[in-house]
């Protein structure tokens, strides 16, 4: 069974850094990219990029090029959300999700990590 | 990006109903079309890829149809469960955008 399970909800200070995590199992994880998508509270879905484990081939949204950085470590089939300096606009819903190509079509999400930023 | 617009932005319908979201791109995706289901404090789950092609273990309830610009999700016979938000998706080019979703309600 495919399972994405991410880590659990966060609550950070504006400036604070963060990484948060998402473990595939079940599946071949250096075969498949994990994308990241955000929402905010009561909005909609945005994607935020794409990694490749298998080579590291990593994409990001223009909207979310050099706000956040994405990793992956395929020893442990974990792949990375962070952030260098977290802002209150950061407050949002992460999910990650298995993507059959770069290009975006997926088919199994993460459960979500909440992630509130507030003084 | 490409712009893709959902219709209507929230639904109201009963339970055995038959309805229809339509999802409009601002230039031709050809069939990278995608559409995704989310219930209120749920992640998304994903319904149908290529614009038709049902995810596996979907039931055939739900139904797409569609090419270049224009697409619909059908989503017939509605039960309580099916009451939700439902999200389309392109990923004809980078980066992948999604509608603002449409919000199926109970009357």
């Known amino acids: 069974e495919v399972q994405l399970v991410q880590s659990g909800a966060e609550v950070k200070k504006p400036g604070e850094s963060l990484k948060i995590s998402c473990k595939g199992s079940?599946?071949?994880?250096?075969?498949?990219?994990i994308a990241w998508v955000r929402q905010m509270p009561g909005k909609g879905l945005e994607w935020m990029g794409v990694i490749y484990p298998g080579g590291s081939d990593t994409r990001y949204s223009p909207s979310f090029q050099g706000q956040v950085t994405i990793s992956a470590d395929k020893s442990i089939s974990t792949a990375y959300l962070q952030w260098s300096s977290l802002k209150a606009s950061d407050t949002a819903m992460y999910y990650c999700a298995r993507s059959i190509s770069g290009a975006g079509r997926v088919d199994y999400w993460g459960q979500g990590t909440l992630v509130t930023v507030s003084s | 990006d490409i712009q893709m617009t959902q219709s209507p932005s929230s639904l109201s319908a009963s339970v055995g109903d038959r309805v229809t979201i339509t999802c409009r791109a601002s230039?031709?995706?050809?069939?990278?079309l995608a559409w995704f289901q989310q219930k209120p404090g749920k992640a998304p789950k994903s319904l149908i890829y290529a614009a038709s092609s049902l995810q596996s273990g979907v039931p055939s309830k739900f139904s797409g149809s569609g090419s270049g610009t224009d697409f619909t999700l059908t989503i017939s016979s509605l039960q309580p469960e099916d009451f939700a938000t439902y999200y389309c998706q392109q990923y004809n080019s980078y980066p992948p955008s999604f509608g603002q979703g449409t919000k199926l309600e109970i009357k």
């Open positions: 079940g599946y071949s994880f250096t075969s498949y990219w």
């Open positions: 230039q031709g995706i050809s069939n990278y």
